[in-house]
Nanobody, 124 residues
């Protein structure tokens, strides 16, 4: 069982930055594709960005965050980070990381393991 823990959320003004982390015990996460999803109040969950396992570091981004968010991972532990720059009020949501042994896409149905989420609030 993969236990994922998100951290790094908080309150920031529009235009500011935050860095989210997705961690787990051991090195299991190295072998999984990992994605960030978010869910705003009253809305469905949407994919934000994904990164493949340490084999090739393939990345994917939602159009709404391209050029502002950067996903990366630690090659030793496999932990995954989401650098969020130029944040906008519409980025306000609970952010979840998820792990999958399937495709490194933004389809939440492909992800088997989920964290509890971290709140990101962007004020205008």
């Amino acid at each position: 069982q993969v236990q994922l823990v998100e951290s790094g959320g908080g309150l920031v003004q529009a235009g500011g930055s935050l860095r989210l982390s997705c961690t787990t015990e051991g090195i299991f996460l190295r072998y999984y594709n990992v994605a960030w999803f978010r869910q705003a109040t009253g809305k469905g969950r949407e994919g934000v960005s994904s990164i493949s396992s340490i084999a090739d570091f393939y990345t994917e981004y939602a159009d709404s965050v391209k050029g502002r968010f950067t996903i990366s991972r630690d090659s030793a532990k496999g932990w995954v980070y989401l650098q969020m720059d130029n944040l906008k009020p519409e980025d306000t949501a609970v952010y979840y990381c998820a792990a999958s042994a399937q495709e490194p896409d933004l389809n939440e149905a492909d992800y088997e393991f989920w964290g509890q989420g971290t709140q990101v609030t962007v004020s205008s």
